[in-house]
């Protein structure tokens, strides 16, 4: 697109001067030249071409002199817009204010058209540099919005509501929080009635940050909760996500997995961790210990692989607690870590406690450690509780 320079004098004579030294500019479509002959009318002019880039402007004008008119430009607040003052070589003092007041360069009458074409020419270097950065500020603020609107359709795909629709829904009690360390995360968590007597819970990592984990967490969660619902038991229902996310895996991402299927007659869990951090669980009597499992490997890393699950008892009055490693590798300025001992000693003094003061001490006890350290990873915590 041609560089739009607007002549702003009274003497007409360098209309024919300005066209007659850039007339091969002006044919290839380099420039355009508008012109005006005071400042009333080139302010009538930049309101019908907004898109002018240079404003080549006299100083002592008629009816608005060009001191006035580069006070009005300036109200416009258009950083990709240069002026370059004319006045007579003598007219130091009105060029030295020009200057103060935001003007790009000056040229001197009897003006050099030569040292005028190098002055434009390093005026548009500076306007494509401003423009390329409005460009990029304008991208950036469009990659922000989609972002935010990409963490509240994260958001809202997580439960909010923790009430479990089922009989003997009084027995058991859950919460759980998901904190994204960016604008959007890769952990979750999730909870599903698969019959009348069972639910499956379930709490993931997926490595990466951003956009990709969120899809990729996106995906594992449907699949996680889609098999669950068929009432498969634990280990069968990770061996059919895992083989699934092995054929749409991209860049090599994988999942962390704990998936467990609550029964809530018994208390009995069947579970299956693949590759997660182990849970603890808090006894009605304030002891904590951490449930051991097999070790099975992450989802989406190897097609095919068998794995095994285990089961345990949740006693009436005991607690569940799940977490990613968000939790425990959480640093303070100092880069140490809050580490599982930290945590263990944190649940042990919450005997008693609902699933969601658990859940809300536990963010509480890792963001107080923090402290100014930025967050480095998502925080997730996820709570079942026998009544």
Same mark, same amino acid.
């Given at each position: 697109?041609?560089?739009?320079? %607007? $002549? +702003?004098?009274? /003497?007409?004579? =360098?209309?024919? *001067?300005?066209?007659? #030294?850039?007339?091969?500019?002006?044919?290839?479509?380099?420039?355009?030249?508008?012109?005006?002959?005071?400042?009333?009318?080139?302010?009538?002019?930049?309101?019908?071409?907004?898109?002018?880039?240079?404003?080549?402007?006299?100083?002592?004008?008629?009816?608005?002199?060009?001191?006035?008119?580069?006070?009005?430009?300036?109200?416009?607040?258009?950083?990709?817009?240069?002026?370059?003052?004319?006045?007579?070589?003598?007219?130091?003092?009105?060029?030295?204010?020009?200057?103060?007041?935001?003007?790009?360069?000056?040229?001197?009458?009897?003006?050099?058209?030569?040292?005028?074409?190098?002055?434009?020419?390093?005026?548009?270097?500076?306007?494509?540099?401003?423009?390329?950065?409005?460009?990029?500020?304008?991208?950036?603020?469009?990659?922000?919005?989609? %972002? $935010? +609107?990409?963490? /509240?359709?994260? =958001?809202?795909? *997580?439960?909010?509501? #923790?009430?479990?629709?089922?009989?003997?829904?009084?027995?058991?009690?859950?919460?759980?929080?998901?904190?994204?360390?960016?604008?959007?995360?890769?952990?979750?968590?999730?909870?599903?009635?698969?019959?009348?007597?069972?639910?499956?819970?379930?709490?993931?990592?997926?490595?990466?940050?951003?956009?990709?984990?969120?899809?990729?967490?996106?995906?594992?969660?449907?699949?996680?909760?889609?098999?669950?619902?068929?009432?498969?038991?634990?280990?069968?229902?990770?061996?059919?996500?895992?083989?699934?996310?092995?054929?749409?895996?991209?860049?090599?991402?994988?999942?962390?997995?704990?998936?467990?299927?609550?029964?809530?007659?018994?208390?009995?869990?069947?579970?299956?961790?693949?590759?997660?951090?182990?849970?603890?669980?808090?006894?009605?009597?304030?002891?904590?210990?951490?449930?051991?499992?097999?070790?099975?490997?992450? *989802?989406?890393?190897?097609?095919?692989?068998?794995?095994?699950?285990?089961?345990?008892?949740?006693?009436?009055?005991?607690?569940?607690?799940?977490?990613?490693?968000?939790?425990?590798?959480?640093?303070?300025?100092?880069?140490?870590?809050?580490?599982?001992?930290?945590?263990?000693?944190?649940?042990?003094?919450?005997?008693?406690?609902?699933?969601?003061?658990?859940?809300?001490?536990?963010?509480?006890?890792?963001?107080?450690?923090?402290?100014?350290?930025?967050?480095?990873?998502?925080?997730?915590?996820?709570?079942?509780?026998?009544?």
């Amino acid at each position: 697109m041609a560089v739009k320079i %607007l $002549s +702003v004098d009274d /003497e007409v004579d =360098l209309e024919l *001067l300005l066209t007659q #030294f850039f007339r091969r500019k002006i044919r290839k479509g380099e420039y355009e030249f508008l012109f005006a002959h005071n400042g009333l009318e080139a302010l009538q002019m930049l309101l019908k071409h907004p898109d002018v880039d240079i404003i080549l402007s006299d100083i002592n004008m008629p009816e608005m002199d060009g001191l006035t008119l580069l006070a009005k430009i300036n109200e416009m607040r258009n950083p990709a817009q240069k002026c370059i003052m004319v006045s007579a070589y003598g007219d130091m003092d009105n060029i030295r204010r020009a200057m103060n007041s935001g003007a790009f360069d000056f040229a001197t009458k009897p003006i050099d058209l030569e040292d005028l074409e190098r002055t434009i020419e390093k005026a548009i270097e500076q306007i494509n540099f401003v423009k390329a950065a409005q460009k990029d500020r304008k991208e950036l603020n469009d990659i922000q919005a989609d %972002l $935010s +609107v990409a963490r /509240e359709i994260q =958001l809202a795909i *997580l439960p909010h509501s #923790f009430e479990l629709k089922m009989p003997d829904a009084d027995r058991v009690e859950i919460f759980a929080s998901m904190h994204a360390a960016k604008d959007v995360g890769g952990d979750f968590y999730d909870f599903f009635r698969i019959d009348d007597e069972r639910f499956g819970f379930t709490i993931a990592d997926v490595s990466g940050k951003g956009v990709p984990a969120a899809i990729f967490m996106a995906v594992s969660r449907t699949l996680i909760k889609a098999t669950g619902l068929r009432g498969l038991t634990a280990h069968e229902s990770m061996a059919i996500v895992n083989d699934v996310l092995c054929g749409e895996s991209v860049d090599s991402m994988f999942v962390t997995v704990f998936y467990g299927i609550y029964n809530i007659k018994t208390g009995e869990i069947d579970y299956c961790n693949c590759g997660h951090n182990a849970p603890y669980i808090m006894h009605k009597d304030g002891g904590v210990e951490m449930l051991h499992s097999h070790i099975n490997i992450v *989802l989406g890393a190897f097609e095919g692989i068998k794995f095994q699950n285990d089961k345990m008892i949740l006693a009436k009055g005991d607690s569940l607690v799940l977490y990613t490693d968000g939790v425990t590798e959480a640093e303070d300025i100092d880069q140490m870590q809050f580490g599982e001992a930290k945590l263990e000693r944190v649940l042990g003094e919450l005997t008693g406690a609902s699933c969601e003061q658990i859940v809300d001490a536990v963010n509480s006890q890792v963001h107080a450690f923090a402290g100014e350290a930025p967050q480095s990873d998502d925080i997730t915590v996820l709570v079942v509780k026998n009544k």
